[in-house]
């Protein structure tokens, strides 16, 4: 039985919209089970809706003659959408549009040409966004959601743990509850840190199992996303990408790295920009008034997925025994803080001195959250932020740690006070 989504909510409202629908996101978080879901509904609503998939060489070759060729694996001629017989629209779903030769264009043809007798909704891998002009080519054509790794929330769903989400709802709806589930919920959150939440990997049951799934998608799946991307070097991409596992919530450095992996600056930079594009990492930028600074100060790299980070480094030991525990909980609210927030809004704080905050959190000019992520909150020390509070009152500090784990894992939950 294929699962929902949070996201799912998200783009059925955008349904009515003569935009295409794209769902983005790395391969094998869901993408291709959310568009069945989507067709499965709209054809119980009575709507006409075709469902096709460009890994079909069949449907490929003839797509990539003309646009029009979709509409022979639609219905028998003459097709409905070409006649426009008549007002109702025609519902497209298309998996992995990436694979035409110019996938583009084709949207765009299908776009100027169908007007509203036509909503397309589909589905693109990493490699689809590559082209850098894809932006400006089908802009005003377009809504993009991109389609994360199960949240934790998505993660006890998937799990049918419903009595535990149950307690996640009571403890954050009343002040001073406590739960006795409390350590079954967190049981599940050490799991969710070192395993992560690609669909596939949350459903094994087996902790070897998971291993070896986060390996496949470390092995097969990152590797077509090189060769799709054109990416040379393979080794030393691979390198940059074990390096990067390693400096989880650090600084990134372009020049020590390029000395590293022994390749010019120009190479880290693209390597960065396909694992960015194929929604392997995401760099956050400091946070400064000045412009020029923030544009050219190092960033801190973040990943998509826990567990893909962890099989990079071969590191799937208990939680409370690492040394790399911070990170992988700054990470966690790193996950969090992205679904609710642009990422022109997240940011961190860091002085010449290296005192840091971990998340900058910008609402409205000079006014916000300034968050610091301790996995023991008897390690915050508010008075080490004096320089940030004085020259920025409007941000409120805050300590998330590892027992405020909870107070985040709703659907679109925040700290108490957030």
Known sequence: MLKSRTLLSSFRNHLKEKAFTIISGARQVGKTSLLR????????????????SFEDLRI??????????????????????????????????????????????FLKYLYDTYDENLKVVCTGSSAFYIDRDFKDSLAG?????????????????????????????????RDGYTSLYLPDLQRYFYQYLVYGGYPAV???????????????????????????????????????????ADQLGNLLNKHELAKTVQVDNKTIDNYLYVL?????????????????????????????DSGLRNSLLNRFGP??????????????????????????????WRTADGKEI?????????????????????NF????????????????????????????ALENGMPPGV
Request: glycine share 2%.
């Open 37 to 52: 879901i989507l067709y499965t509904e709209l054809k119980d609503r009575g709507e006409s809706v075709y469902y096709l």
């Open 60 to 105: 490929l070759e003839a797509i990539n003659q003309h646009p029009e060729k979709v509409f022979d694996f639609t219905a028998s001629k003459p097709s409905p959408i070409l006649e426009k017989l008549d007002d109702k629209r025609v519902f497209l779903l298309i998996d992995e549009v990436q694979y035409a030769k110019n996938p583009t264009n």
């Open 141 to 173: 054509r377009k809504r993009v959601f991109t389609l994360n790794p199960l949240s934790f929330y998505e993660m006890l769903s998937f799990r049918e743990a419903d009595a535990l989400i149950g307690e996640l709802k009571l403890m954050n709806a």
């Open 202 to 244: 949350v459903l094994e049951e087996d902790e070897k199992g998971k291993e070896f799934l986060l390996n496949e998608l470390k092995n097969a799946y990152v590797k077509r996303d090189l060769m799709e991307s054109g990416v040379s070097m393979e080794s030393k991409f691979y390198l940059l990408f074990q390096l990067l």
């Open 276 to 304: 960015e594009k194929c929604f392997h990492i995401q760099l956050v930028k400091p946070f400064f008034r000045n412009v020029r600074k923030e544009l050219t100060k190092m960033p801190k790299v973040f990943f998509n």
């Open 319 to 348: 939680v409370d025994l690492r040394s790399d525990k911070g990170a992988l909980l700054e990470q966690y609210y790193f996950s969090q803080l992205r679904t609710l927030y642009q990422s022109d809004q997240l940011k961190f």
């Open 358 to 378: 971990d998340f900058i959190v910008e609402e409205q000019f000079n006014a916000g959250k300034a968050i610091e992520v301790k996995w023991d909150p008897v």
């Open 381 to 408: 020390k508010p008075s080490r932020y004096k320089k940030f509070t004085e020259a920025y009152p409007g941000f409120q500090l805050q300590c998330w740690s590892a027992q405020d784990f909870w107070k985040v």
